[in-house]
């Protein structure tokens, strides 16, 4: 059945414009990894001051102020070091997800 003074060209064209690109899939899915990456990294730092006794008599004499400093610190560390090329954790999970995309 047609219908007068309608085409479908501008419904298909529409459907292929609003669908994202295999790239744009891609981008997002390595800033994931890279994201979780940077997780583990702050735990992992977390965790490694905590071994060290690194909780008290620190540059600033210790405390809650300190403790929190470190927290984001360590924090911006961890996010500046996957973005970096981390200990490579981002870069396989991306590789091995890529492959199971949708």
């Known amino acids: 059945m047609q219908i007068e003074g309608f085409t ?3 419904l298909a064209q529409a459907a292929t414009a609003s669908a994202p690109s295999k790239a744009q899939d891609e981008a997002k899915l390595k800033e994931a990894c890279q994201q979780l990456e940077s997780v ?3 735990q992992m730092l977390a965790q490694m001051r905590k071994c060290a006794g690194g909780e ?3 540059l600033l004499g210790g405390g809650q102020g300190e403790q929190m400093f470190q927290g984001m610190l360590d924090q911006e560390r961890a996010k500046v070091w996957s ?3 981390g200990v490579g954790l981002a870069s396989i999970l991306f590789e091995q997800m890529k492959g199971q995309q949708l």
Request: hydrophobic share 15%.
């Open 8 to 10: 479908p060209e501008p």
């Open 40 to 42: 583990f990294l702050n």
């Open 56 to 58: 008290g008599g620190g």
């Open 83 to 85: 973005q970096d090329g």
